[in-house]
């Protein structure tokens, strides 16, 4: 079996900081797209909603990686700081916040794979920006 690294492309965003909020990633193995999903989040922040954008696809891949013979997965977020504390470097305060960085950890142990978390421009993280506005526009259509 070809192990492979899996490239997770995760956003999160609020329509005022707080506001109506969504998340969303988008998994690629090997160039194509293999998954892709948003979650409305209701009222919160930007930085609330960037976490659970890995909360969500981590959730995802702890029931695919092993059907998919993943070794490695890579983390693009366009939040640097979200990546600054998710790799350590910077400490956390924001009482939820900290509960969502142990959620993380939590779900990163029950997968076996050497995870990274990088920061990208806003402009390279187009697709998942998308898919978190589309979940953000189909939520106030439906009001």
């Keep these: 079996m070809n192990e492979e690294t899996v490239i997770i492309h995760t956003d999160g965003g609020a329509r005022g900081n707080p506001g109506p909020a969504a998340c ?20 919160s922040t930007n930085n609330n909603a960037e976490y659970q954008g890995v909360i969500l696809a981590l959730k995802w891949l702890v029931d695919s990686y092993k ?9 693009y977020l366009d939040s640097e700081l979200v990546v600054r504390q998710l790799n350590g470097v910077y400490k956390l305060k924001n009482k939820k916040l900290i509960e969502l960085f142990f959620q993380i950890a939590t779900l990163s142990r029950k997968i076996n794979l050497k995870i990274n978390y990088r920061s990208i421009p806003r402009t ?20």
């Design 124 to 143: 390279d993280n187009i697709m998942a920006d998308f898919l978190v506005n589309k979940e953000l526009d189909k939520q106030s259509l439906a009001k």
């Design 24 to 43: 969303a990633f988008i998994a690629e193995v090997g160039g194509k797209i293999i998954k892709q999903d948003s979650s409305f989040l209701g009222n």
């Design 67 to 75: 059907a998919l013979s993943l070794s490695n997965a890579i983390f």
